[in-house]
């Protein structure tokens, strides 16, 4: 039996806040889009159950009628597969209320809920806020496996591995999920691919979401494809692999410099050597970082502008700092050495001193000045 895991959809947020409006809207289609491209290809191959281990949408706000809508007619026009949906700390309130489900649509609540399909027995739980009364130990211990069956357990939350000691709902304590007969723990909340072993019979993954959609979810986005083998002599039953999956991904390369003089010819080159294995469609940020020595322009309109036609998004940001020994120029007759030698006399802190005169001196530079 095929099983796809994926989380953290987010299916009507916002994406990249530096898109036009055009490309925003563009890609928020596309965030719904690949997702129902997924649908396609757990039917194509022959998969039985689809779990959205939470935060299939991202707020109540943002949340449009359509959007839902969507989501449940998708679900409906694909009933060879079951949906098993936990909710998330972002759709932790009803969305869904209100609307007809379809039967092939499985919901949990905030306690410990069963699907059996087989042998293979898929629990899980809705994200809350609070720990319900009993805290942690009631939670955990309220889970109950049959070591003879295929368990995969779904939850959306933070991994620890100690108790959080808080009321934190969103806390998986993998400790108290350990020798508890779960093979396969499917996670949501973490919103990049980690497959990790949970104890001597299981595994925990979170599969990441599926498409990313600013520069704090750069990479492969995808879901996870498990097979179960429930006839298998081998301990383990199943056998899982990431399919990236996004329609496009997020780049962020970061080009330090080291405080010499740079052409911009050679920034150019240095810009072009981190972005050339970069696919079109995809969307970049181009950190220049370390220090500038006072003669490199770094014309950050004119970078991006040469760049950005060659991407579907591109921007460039100058995180330089100016390495300056302005004791250099302290004694020099000239617009420069007066200035240094003004701000010198001053009765001001040494750091200040040393801030307003790198200041002043990109300003007689014709440089901008972030303040
Ligand atoms: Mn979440």
């Known amino acids: 039996m095929k099983i796809i895991h994926c989380a953290d959809l987010h299916l009507d947020s916002k994406m990249e806040s530096n898109l036009d409006r055009q490309r925003a809207s ?30 299939l949408f991202d707020t109540a706000e943002n949340m449009q009628l359509r959007i839902k809508r969507r989501v449940l007619s998708a679900i409906k026009n694909a009933p060879e597969i079951d949906f098993l949906y936990i909710k998330g700390n972002h759709d932790s309130r009803d969305f869904l209320e209100g609307e007809e489900l379809p039967e092939n649509l499985k919901l949990f609540s905030e306690d410990w809920k069963s699907y059996e399909y087989g042998n293979t027995v898929v629990t899980g739980r809705d994200f809350t806020d609070e720990l319900p009364e009993g805290g942690e130990e009631k939670l955990y211990s309220g ?34 999920l350990k020798n508890k007969n779960i093979d396969y723990l499917a996670l949501g909340h973490i919103h990049s691919y980690k497959y990790a072993r949970l104890d001597k019979r ?19 986005k995808g879901f996870v494809l498990l097979d179960v083998n429930e006839a298998s ?24 410099l ?32 370390g220090e500038t020595e006072e003669n490199t322009d770094i014309d950050v309109e004119y970078l991006t502008e040469k760049f950005e036609k060659r991407f579907y998004f591109l921007k460039l940001c100058d995180d330089t700092k100016l390495s300056i020994k302005y004791e250099d120029y302290e004694n020099d007759i000239s617009l420069k050495g007066e200035f240094i030698r003004l701000v010198k006399e001053k009765r001001i802190r040494e750091e200040d001193k040393r801030e307003i005169i790198l200041m002043g001196l990109k300003a007689l530079r014709g440089r901008e000045i972030d303040l």
């Open 143 to 176: 889970l109950l496996l049959d070591s003879r069956k295929i368990n995969i357990v779904v939850m959306h939350g933070q991994e620890s591995g100690y108790s959080s000691g808080k009321k934190d709902g969103g806390i998986i304590n993998l400790k108290l």
């Open 233 to 256: 002599s081998d301990e383990r039953h199943i056998s899982c692999e990431f399919i990236p999956f996004a329609k496009r991904a997020l780049h962020e390369v970061t080009i330090k």
């Open 202 to 220: 299981g595994m925990y993954c979170y599969s990441g979401c599926l498409e990313g959609r600013g520069f704090d979810e750069c990479g492969e």
């Open 258 to 289: 080291s405080g010499e003089y740079y052409s911009e010819d050679e920034l150019e080159g240095l810009i072009c050597d981190k972005i050339k294995d970069i696919p079109e469609k995809d969307l970049v940020k181009v950190i220049i970082s």
């Open 26 to 55: 563009q890609r928020k289609v596309e965030l719904f889009d690949t997702f129902s491209r997924m649908i396609e290809y757990g039917v194509e191959n022959g998969v039985r159950l689809i779990i959205i281990a939470g935060d």
